[in-house]
């Protein structure tokens, strides 16, 4: 339960008074997690107080040394005996790097139970990256290259909502992280008319893709449905295979097998990259393709996507090195 607290503010001589501007304070509430009794150092984020310890953010941030090197940062404002800063992040931002900075277990992010949401690492990162904590970034930002990296499975590192995106490719901007861009800016351009209206966070704030990145989406979801119409016909190609065991009834087959395909590909499906497993196996089974046949398309499944995703950067135009 969050407990409302106003600053005690200190005497002060009339010469202070004339001096001085500050507001009146303003109804403050102590966060739920962070409000550490023996702490010595109150962050004030909007109308949230963090009570923590001062000698543990220097440690670990330059720019919170920077900040604290001052014995009292905010002269006029004392909670509890604490000097306080004020912050212009949000409090969801800066309890989501508490977090971390904190921790009541391992401070890794690695080998989580569960997926983490892409709400926390996006703070993670924002506020890592803006007051110089660099293992909290680092490690935020492979998990998220994990989660947009190419492979073949259901993502398990990081837990995605479609429009989160917008944020992938922001922060690949923040932080000079190309890598994250390809399969960021392929995932935007499947949120279509949503994309204007950007991702909507947890403090009510909204990511939006810059001009640039946004023209990059626009135009890539049309490459990217010509692409798909291809990818369709070679991953489907109806040859057998050359260790085909009926090679009459497959080829039959697989002609089928392809009418299938196209008719639930469409004439404006975008996602190259998603896998067409299931469909061949449902059409395989249907049209009486051998085994060897069967193996032979989820073989082209997985070759054909890759070389897409391959040159997603070149049709994205977006530099990069080392993608694999």
């Keep these: 339960m969050a407990e409302d607290l106003r600053p005690n503010k200190r005497s002060r001589t009339s010469d202070e008074e004339q001096g001085s501007n500050v507001d009146a304070p303003t109804q403050l509430k102590r966060h739920d997690e962070f409000w550490l009794n023996d702490g010595n150092i109150v962050l004030i984020a909007r109308d949230t107080a963090f009570r923590v310890y001062r000698g543990l953010l220097a440690s670990q941030s330059s720019v919170f040394e920077d900040i604290l090197a001052s014995s009292t940062p905010i002269a006029d404002e004392v909670f509890d005996g604490c000097p306080a800063v004020r912050l212009s992040d949000s409090p969801v931002d800066v309890s989501h790097l508490l977090r971390f900075l904190l921790p009541a277990k391992q401070r890794t ?36 290259k994990d989660g947009l990296s190419f492979k073949f499975r259901q993502r398990t590192l990081v ?17 000079n992280t190309p ?55 070679e991953v489907f190609h109806p040859m057998p295979s050359e260790d085909c065991t009926s090679h009459r009834v497959c080829e ?13 590909g469409g004439s404006d499906d975008y996602s190259v990259l998603s896998t067409w497993e299931e469909v061949i196996r449902d059409s395989v089974r249907k049209h009486d393709v051998c085994a060897e046949c ?11 996507r890759r070389f897409r995703w391959m ?14």
């Design 109 to 144: 992010l690695y080998h989580q139970e569960k997926p983490l949401p892409f709400d926390l690492l996006f703070s993670a990162v924002t506020l890592a990256h803006k007051y110089h904590i660099e293992d909290v970034e680092r490690q935020a930002l492979e998990l998220i």
């Design 159 to 175: 837990r995605y909502q479609p429009q989160q995106a917008i944020g992938a490719v922001n922060l690949a901007r923040l932080t």
């Design 179 to 233: 890598s994250i861009l390809p399969t960021a800016l392929y995932e935007c351009c499947g949120l279509r008319g949503a994309i204007l209206d950007g991702w909507k966070r947890e403090d009510g704030s909204v990511e939006f893709l810059s001009q640039g990145d946004l023209r990059r989406c626009i135009n890539g979801r049309d490459s990217l449905s010509c692409i798909n119409f291809q990818l369709i016909h």
């Design 252 to 264: 039959v087959g697989l002609g089928l097998v392809l009418r299938d395909a196209t008719t639930a």
């Design 294 to 304: 069967l193996s032979r398309l989820l073989e082209r499944d997985i070759s054909e």
């Design 311 to 324: 040159r997603l950067p070149v049709m994205f135009n977006v530099q990069i090195t080392g993608l694999a």
